[in-house]
């Protein structure tokens, strides 16, 4: 599973579980603080994309960053962006309604053109996250398939062993814990 933002992207706003927990439900969101605890530490994680949706609105961000699939960091959060732009070229089209000098219809007619080329891009990109979100919520679904398999077959092997097996089976098993840890804290410092 990707380790997500959500514990930095929220200290970083100054913001208290309960806080955020208050913020996700001024946006329809319902979540408690023990599930945003799991949520941040990466012990579950939202199955619902409102919730995702709704932190990257609070955080100002998109979803891809919130959910530690991608390490840039938008400027803002794409609705915000699209919002933006929607206002902008109603503007235009009102200052457009007014009959304006024709270079400044040119420039105008440009800009307007421009804006629904970014705007389209934009909806391109959300459309290409959710495909990508899709991707790793079927990716994690396999991961904890796995992880069952895994769970079922360590439990019959030690259901099959007498206690002295099954004592040397958790002496071995310490030890490449440890293994494991050593070797990941030599990566580390790489």
């Known amino acids: ?16 579980l309960s806080n955020l927990v208050e913020s996700l ?17 990466g012990t579950s994680s939202p199955r619902n994309d409102e919730i995702w949706e709704a932190l990257a609105e609070i ?6 960053y919130v959910m530690g699939f991608s390490d840039i960091k938008p400027p803002s959060n794409p609705k915000h962006q699209l919002a933006e732009i929607d206002r902008e070229i109603q503007e235009i089209e009102e200052i457009l309604k007014n009959n304006p ?25 959300e459309k290409n996250t959710e495909r990508l979100i899709a991707l790793q ?19 019959f092997i030690l259901g099959k062993l007498d206690y002295e097996n099954r004592k040397i089976w958790l002496k071995i098993g310490y ?14 410092k790489e």
């Open 137 to 155: 919520r079927e990716n994690s679904k396999l991961d904890n398939d796995i992880f069952e398999i895994d769970n079922k077959a360590s439990k």
């Open 59 to 64: 955080f100002n961000t998109d979803k891809l």
């Open 1 to 16: 599973m990707t380790k997500n933002r959500i514990k930095e992207l929220r200290k970083a706003k100054g913001l208290t």
């Open 175 to 188: 030890a490449l814990l440890d293994s494991q840890k050593l070797k990941e804290a030599s990566s580390d």
């Open 101 to 125: 000098k024709e270079d400044d219809k040119e420039i105008l007619e440009e800009n307007k053109k421009e804006l629904l080329s970014f705007r389209s891009t934009i909806m391109r990109v």
């Open 25 to 41: 439900v001024e946006k329809g969101v319902k979540v408690n603080e023990s599930q945003l605890s799991k949520f941040e530490k």
